[in-house]
């Protein structure tokens, strides 16, 4: 799942405030193996899912809580193309 050099996001800015190719690439080749069932690579001190590697993007999940309540705020996209 390689994102096309054409398409560009920032590093460290949460998903809804990337461009919206990025969204649209997101949404067609990240977000089906984004679940919060047993596919993520990491996960947080309360045990919810928090971390998603997919080569060189990692997708991190924000919660609106500070315990293990699943009260999913959004997502921040990491990595380098």
Same mark, same amino acid.
């Given at each position: &799942? &390689?994102?096309? =050099?054409?398409?560009?996001?920032?590093?460290?800015?949460?998903?809804?405030?990337? =461009?919206?190719?990025?969204?649209?690439?997101? /949404?067609?080749? /990240?977000?089906?193996n984004v679940?919060? /069932?047993?596919t993520c690579?990491?996960?947080?001190?309360?045990?919810r899912? =928090?971390?998603?590697?997919?080569? =060189?993007?990692?997708?991190? /999940?924000?919660?609106?809580?500070?315990?293990q309540?699943?009260?999913?705020?959004?997502?921040?996209i990491?990595?380098?193309?």
């Amino acid at each position: &799942m &390689m994102i096309d =050099s054409t398409i560009q996001f920032i590093p460290g800015v949460d998903l809804l405030q990337q =461009s919206e190719p990025f969204q649209k690439w997101f /949404a067609e080749n /990240a977000q089906p193996n984004v679940t919060f /069932a047993d596919t993520c690579t990491k996960r947080d001190e309360y045990g919810r899912p =928090s971390e998603w590697h997919f080569d =060189s993007l990692i997708v991190k /999940a924000i919660y609106f809580t500070e315990n293990q309540n699943y009260n999913f705020n959004k997502f921040v996209i990491y990595g380098n193309v």
